[in-house]
């Protein structure tokens, strides 16, 4: 049962309405991470602090629920949870942390627990997974035919395994029918915002974001997705032809070059690529050169121009435009990116030229 509270923000004076939330953190089977675990807990912790220092009731009622009363953490962690999943009468909210290991052992641990989640989701209990939890809602068949982001480094073989799955790997969350999910690394803290908004206030939102220091308005992780090229598709000739674009993307190619270079028809060509990578060929060729752009950007001095021209090509406009659509920000924006996290320094990027 919801219990429901209204406050006023301190600072803004600004009036709101929220419901207190039953929130679960499930431990499953398997070793999950701890300093999510510990993020979660701070976060709400401090949301219901600052809720009572102006007068107002707690907004998350915390609880921790295990397949198993013993379980592994990260770093050869124990934590004992005296809880068990089956022993939860009630809650409105679960947070699904990271785990670790392979998908299929996940998924082949946790079987007992993927019901339980179908039938918590099933009596319209939220669920959130903070990055590569996502496996576990992917599993239970709670996310078939709904958006969903992750860490992307296991963005291929979750495209593989379960095609029916919506994939947004540049989202930083999602959020779908009470169904929420993360992007990878610390992305998960901007999901926990995401909720305190959602179940609070902007205000208060903005407050955890300035204690806990997290950009509370990035909402892509696409500037350190890594491209990689899917190759598992079982498709040799377009295989050949990926291998010859990452060989030569200094080079200006074309889709009626490698149409020759490899004897398949221009149209055939491209509707194989496209099918076996999800990329048109021209889009396979723009993401070699703009991942090399970026690791030049990352490990070199040379000028933007320079890059430019390393990449194969000569006109500044649309290779911003290009590395934009790729990346998410620009080449500026992504070199000053890099400083800030290196010097620690939040200046503002300077002027395109």
Same mark, same amino acid.
């Given at each position: 049962?919801?219990?429901?509270?209204?406050? @006023?923000?301190?600072?803004? #004076?600004?009036?709101?309405?929220?419901?207190? +939330?039953? &929130?679960?953190? *499930? =431990?499953?089977? %398997?070793?999950?991470?701890?300093?999510?675990?510990?993020?979660?807990?701070?976060?709400?912790?401090?949301?219901?602090?600052?809720?009572?220092?102006?007068?107002?009731?707690?907004?998350?009622?915390?609880?921790?629920?295990?397949?198993?009363?013993?379980?592994?953490?990260?770093?050869?962690?124990?934590?004992?949870?005296?809880?068990?999943?089956?022993?939860?009468?009630?809650?409105?909210?679960?947070?699904?942390?990271?785990?670790?290991?392979?998908?299929?052992?996940?998924?082949?641990?946790?079987?007992?627990?993927?019901?339980?989640?179908? @039938?918590?989701?099933?009596? #319209?209990?939220?669920?959130?997974?903070?990055? +590569?939890? &996502?496996?576990? *809602? =992917?599993?239970? %068949?709670?996310?078939?035919?709904?958006?969903?982001?992750?860490?992307?480094?296991?963005?291929?073989?979750?495209?593989?395994?379960?095609?029916?799955?919506?994939?947004?790997?540049?989202?930083?969350?999602?959020?779908?029918?009470?169904?929420?999910?993360?992007?990878?690394?610390?992305?998960?803290?901007?999901?926990?915002?995401?909720?305190?908004?959602?179940?609070?206030?902007?205000?208060?939102?903005?407050?955890?974001?300035?204690?806990?220091?997290?950009?509370?308005?990035?909402?892509?992780?696409?500037?350190?997705?890594?491209?990689?090229?899917?190759?598992?598709?079982?498709?040799?000739?377009?295989?050949?032809?990926?291998?010859?674009?990452?060989?030569?993307?200094?080079?200006?190619?074309?889709?009626?070059?490698?149409?020759?270079?490899?004897?398949?028809?221009?149209?055939?060509?491209?509707?194989?690529?496209k099918k076996a990578t999800e990329n048109t060929?021209?889009?396979?060729?723009?993401?070699?050169?703009?991942?090399?752009?970026?690791?030049?950007?990352?490990?070199?001095?040379?000028?933007?121009?320079?890059?430019?021209?390393?990449?194969?090509?000569?006109?500044?406009?649309?290779?911003?435009?290009?590395?934009?659509?790729?990346?998410?920000?620009?080449?500026?924006?992504?070199?000053?990116?890099?400083?800030?996290?290196?010097?620690?320094?939040?200046?503002?990027?300077?002027?395109?030229?």
């Amino acid at each position: 049962m919801f219990t429901s509270f209204s406050g @006023v923000d301190c600072d803004s #004076g600004t009036s709101y309405f929220y419901c207190m +939330k039953n &929130t679960t953190i *499930l =431990i499953p089977k %398997g070793e999950v991470s701890l300093s999510q675990i510990e993020s979660i807990t701070q976060m709400f912790t401090a949301v219901n602090e600052a809720l009572s220092e102006s007068g107002a009731e707690p907004a998350f009622q915390l609880e921790m629920v295990a397949f198993k009363h013993v379980n592994h953490l990260s770093n050869g962690i124990t934590l004992n949870v005296e809880k068990h999943i089956y022993d939860l009468e009630q809650t409105d909210l679960i947070i699904i942390p990271e785990m670790k290991g392979d998908i299929e052992t996940i998924l082949t641990e946790n079987k007992e627990v993927l019901g339980w989640l179908i @039938v918590q989701q099933s009596k #319209g209990v939220e669920i959130a997974a903070l990055s +590569k939890g &996502t496996i576990m *809602l =992917i599993g239970a %068949g709670l996310l078939k035919n709904k958006q969903c982001t992750t860490h992307w480094m296991i963005g291929e073989e979750l495209k593989r395994k379960f095609p029916e799955t919506k994939l947004q790997l540049f989202k930083v969350l999602t959020d779908e029918d009470g169904l929420y999910t993360s992007a990878g690394g610390f992305s998960y803290l901007n999901l926990l915002l995401y909720l305190v908004e959602k179940n609070t206030s902007r205000e208060m939102s903005l407050l955890m974001s300035k204690i806990f220091e997290v950009d509370i308005d990035r909402n892509s992780q696409s500037p350190f997705i890594i491209f990689r090229g899917l190759k598992h598709h079982g498709d040799e000739p377009v295989k050949r032809a990926q291998e010859y674009i990452e060989e030569n993307y200094r080079d200006k190619l074309s889709v009626d070059q490698l149409a020759e270079k490899f004897l398949i028809g221009r149209r055939s060509l491209e509707r194989r690529f496209k099918k076996a990578t999800e990329n048109t060929v021209i889009e396979y060729i723009q993401r070699v050169k703009m991942e090399e752009a970026r690791k030049s950007l990352e490990a070199s001095q040379d000028t933007v121009h320079e890059i430019m021209a390393e990449v194969g090509y000569s006109d500044p406009k649309a290779f911003r435009e290009v590395f934009r659509k790729m990346v998410g920000i620009s080449p500026v924006e992504y070199r000053a990116m890099l400083n800030r996290q290196m010097t620690g320094l939040h200046t503002a990027p300077a002027e395109e030229q």
